[in-house]
């Protein structure tokens, strides 16, 4: 079992930086994939990344590559997602998400509830 609070969302001007963190809790964090999902007004929730449980691949959504890197340490419970340059089509809530696979990018079962990221123009 997980449980998973996010925070570090804000506002930010467009080409600006964020980092969010993700505390999590619970005996299974160092081996669960985990991930990172977003939802914008009127769209559904999509996959942006993913980290496997040892840190040592992941994995990222088109529309973020190269701008959001996901990191994680084990000794402290947290997964990070670094976001550069940021776009006001990043506008969305941001929600830590586990465990789940890299390959399939579908969501696992236990979620945080979510922070706020709000890019202007």
């Known amino acids: 079992q997980l449980q998973l609070v996010e925070s570090g969302g804000g506002l930010v001007q467009a080409g600006g930086s964020l980092r969010l963190s993700c505390a999590a809790s619970?005996?299974?964090?160092?081996?669960?994939?985990m991930g990172w999902f977003r939802q914008a007004p009127g769209k559904e929730r999509e996959f942006v990344a993913a980290?496997?449980?040892?840190?040592?691949?992941?994995s990222y959504a088109d529309a973020v590559q190269g701008r959001f890197t996901i990191s994680r340490d084990n000794a402290q419970n947290t997964v990070y997602l670094e976001m550069t340059s940021l776009k006001p089509e990043d506008t969305a809530v941001y929600y830590c998400?586990?465990?789940?696979?890299?390959?399939?990018?579908?969501?696992?079962?236990?979620w945080g509830q979510g922070t706020q990221v709000t890019v202007s123009s």
């Open positions: 998400n586990g465990p789940l696979s890299l390959i399939t990018r579908k969501s696992g079962l236990y």
């Open positions: 619970g005996r299974t964090f160092s081996s669960s994939n």
């Open positions: 980290i496997l449980y040892s840190g040592e691949r992941t």
